[in-house]
């Protein structure tokens, strides 16, 4: 299977060097490019792509209401175009609202080759690229917006069971299936199954908005990672 992907950046040069870089890989065709957010609607629209490459300034429509735009719309709810958001700083103040809005990931735009192409194709298999340590940078960024030891509780944590809970403070600290499993000495199909009880039961789209929730509700804190 080819991983459709759409190229989004107000700069040629970074889209020319992105497109040189996935091209040469058997299972990624570059299949359109935008230089910014109303283009890159746009562009999805008609080309319906797996993956879309997002920048997050750029003029006429940013990064983030493109990415609000593009994660609802698509084939459907499930096979809607994941979003892979790129950015020059490792703190943007808006790498957390791209998230909100539906990103399934971000990178830094000096990522290392090898790594871009892995992001690819690991967003493109429906999961969420949370790195601990880019969680942890932005969690440092945003703790003051967090919820404090004393706020109550939010009721929609109510519908998880206590072994949901568990999975979702460990899906919070960017750990993957195989790692959660092995930290609960279950199989990974029974983190799978819970992650999707998890996601459904609270109407999140993936594993990156589960752990922004995770710590906005107060469930878990900055540094607990």
Request: no cysteine; proline share 4%.
């Amino acid at each position: 299977m080819t991983i459709r992907v759409i190229l989004v950046d107000d700069q040629p040069l970074l889209r020319t060097g992105f497109r040189m870089i996935l091209e040469a890989e058997p299972d990624i065709a570059v299949v359109g490019e935008a230089a910014d957010g109303e283009q890159a609607v746009e562009q999805v629209r008609a080309l319906q792509p797996d993956v879309v490459l997002m920048d997050i300034r750029m003029p006429r429509m940013d990064g983030v209401e493109a990415t609000r735009r593009i994660a609802g719309s698509g084939r459907d709810g499930e096979n809607a175009a994941r979003v892979l958001v790129l950015t020059t700083f490792d703190l943007d103040e808006y790498v957390v609202e791209a998230l909100r809005a539906g990103a399934s990931g971000f990178l830094l735009k000096d990522v290392p080759a090898d790594d871009l192409v892995a992001a690819i194709r690991v967003i493109a298999e429906g999961e969420a690229l949370l790195a601990p340590s880019i969680t942890r940078r932005l969690l440092d960024m945003y703790a003051a917006r967090l919820p404090s030891a004393e706020d109550p509780t939010p009721d929609t944590l109510a519908m998880l069971t206590e072994r949901e809970v568990e999975v979702l403070r460990l899906v919070a600290r960017g750990m993957s299936n195989a790692e959660i499993a092995a930290e609960l000495y279950v199989s990974e199909t029974t983190v799978k199954t819970h992650v999707g009880h998890v996601l459904t039961k609270l109407g999140l789209r993936d594993r990156v908005q589960a752990a922004v929730y995770a710590y906005e509700s107060g469930l878990v804190r900055p540094g607990a990672i």
